[in-house]
């Protein structure tokens, strides 16, 4: 890892070797740790120009700032370098200037926890490890199986009851050895940690493994070279454990340093709220006190969240806000992102939508503002969601008895050809 200085936690702030395998010797689980790069040296070969001529259209063409070695051997399935792409009408309807919605559902696995888990199987592979393990929501879990299978790993997760079945099933298609905990994300988080330390598994976990986070932070790094370096003002993330959004705003902090961007964007965390503690802490300065957590995005339905503390760091010195939006209006938003935008976004990820409806409505983010939407994950991921979002069909007899009732009720036909 050439350019990697060591790591630094984010509680003490010590500074170690990369020896320590995930979090802080002297604070223990929560002292989460961030990789500190040699900026100086890393200016000197990433600049417009030669991240410009690179062919990677993948996370990877950022090798230079991630925690890889020179010769790693990489995933052969593509991660990263997803569409940012404009979305004028969803815009308008949301009372924006420009709006552009980065869509990370287009992952090899169908969400943003294809970056981190691809860093994962490369380190897993660098530590000669045969078999990495997470406990997840979801996402995390059905990523870490496909890029444990593309790089020939095998892998062992441990899914909270009420994980959605679609991404269960991608888990066993994948080949994961997966235990369904009868009991939540925080419990089968616990035995998953557990089992790494008994069975010396390469632990793909966000929260407590310092190298992942890095991948994230590719989602930021794209976002601003897709916009040919010149940032949004805004850019929208939902907020589970802390890490996508810390990761963002990393991506964003490094290129200033490195002279590549000339400012940053604001960072708008948006939770849900029946799982709102990082919102919490963000107000008021406190540690989150564990919540029971309730909503329909599963994938942000976190209430322990590891990482709040990097996460509101990273709010607050991206001059952002957090802000709560309720299951109704998530609902809302994956209806009008799908009708407006062509994008079809799970219930966590149309979150970030309509946090962004919300701050615009309540003079937050600006009627001129250009934004980004981080859409994490992709609205096939969890299809019961979709179906309280989507509505029914309507059923017509193969004659086409009321048909045109229906294309006249929908406005499909004019009235008076009828
Ligand atoms: C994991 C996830 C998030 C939130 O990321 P955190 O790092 O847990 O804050 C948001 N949306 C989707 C779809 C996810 O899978």
Not at 27 to 45: F, H, M, N, T, W
Not at 263 to 287: D, H, K, N, W
Request: aromatic residues 6%.
């Amino acid at each position: 890892m050439r350019f990697v200085k060591g790591l630094k936690c984010v509680l003490c702030g010590a500074l170690h070797s990369t020896r320590v395998p995930y979090t802080c010797p002297r604070c223990g689980e929560s002292g989460i740790l961030d990789v500190q790069y040699d900026y100086a040296a890393i200016k000197r070969v990433l600049t417009r120009r030669t991240l410009a001529a690179r062919p990677d259209r993948s996370q990877w063409r950022y090798r230079e700032l991630l925690p890889l070695r020179a010769d790693a051997a990489l995933p052969d399935v593509a991660v990263g370098w997803t569409p940012l792409t404009p979305a004028p009408a969803l815009g308008r309807h949301l009372g924006l200037g420009r709006l552009f919605l980065k869509d990370d559902g287009r992952n090899a696995s169908g969400s943003l926890k294809d970056r981190p888990s691809a860093i994962g199987a490369v380190k897993a592979r660098e530590k000669r490890r045969k078999i990495v393990a997470c406990a997840s929501t979801g996402n995390a879990a059905s990523s870490c199986a496909c890029l444990a299978a593309s790089m020939g790993l095998r892998s062992v997760i441990f899914v909270p009851e009420r994980a959605p079945e679609p991404k269960v099933t991608q888990l066993l298609i994948f080949g994961a050895t997966v235990l369904r905990v009868r009991g939540s994300y925080e419990q089968a988080f616990q035995l998953c940690q557990r089992a790494c330390e008994k069975w010396g598994w390469y632990n793909r976990n966000c929260a407590i493994n310092p190298y992942l986070v890095e991948g994230k932070k590719t989602a930021g790094l794209e976002i601003a070279e897709q916009l040919s370096w010149e940032p949004p003002d805004w850019v929208a993330v939902s907020v589970g454990d802390g890490c996508t959004i810390a990761g963002v705003w990393k991506a964003f902090r490094e290129l200033r340093t490195l002279g590549i961007v000339a400012r940053t964007p604001r960072i708008l965390g948006v939770q849900a709220e029946g799982a709102a503690p990082v919102t919490a802490a963000f107000a008021t300065g406190e540690p989150p006190r564990p919540m029971e957590p309730r909503t329909i995005a599963d994938s942000i339905a976190v209430g322990v969240p590891r990482n709040w503390k990097k996460a509101v760091m990273a709010v607050r010195e991206a001059d952002g806000a957090m802000i709560d939006v309720s299951d109704g209006e998530i609902l809302d938003a994956m209806r009008y992102t799908g009708r407006l935008a062509g994008v079809f976004a799970e219930p966590a990820a149309a979150a970030s939508v309509a946090g962004l409806r919300r701050a615009a409505r309540e003079g937050i983010v600006g009627r001129r503002a250009t934004a980004v939407a981080l859409i994490t994950g992709n609205g096939l991921k969890d299809v019961q969601a979709a179906r309280a979002a989507a509505g029914v069909p309507f059923d017509i007899p193969p004659e086409g008895d009321g048909l045109e009732d229906i294309l006249k009720e929908r406005k499909l036909v004019d009235c008076h050809e009828a």
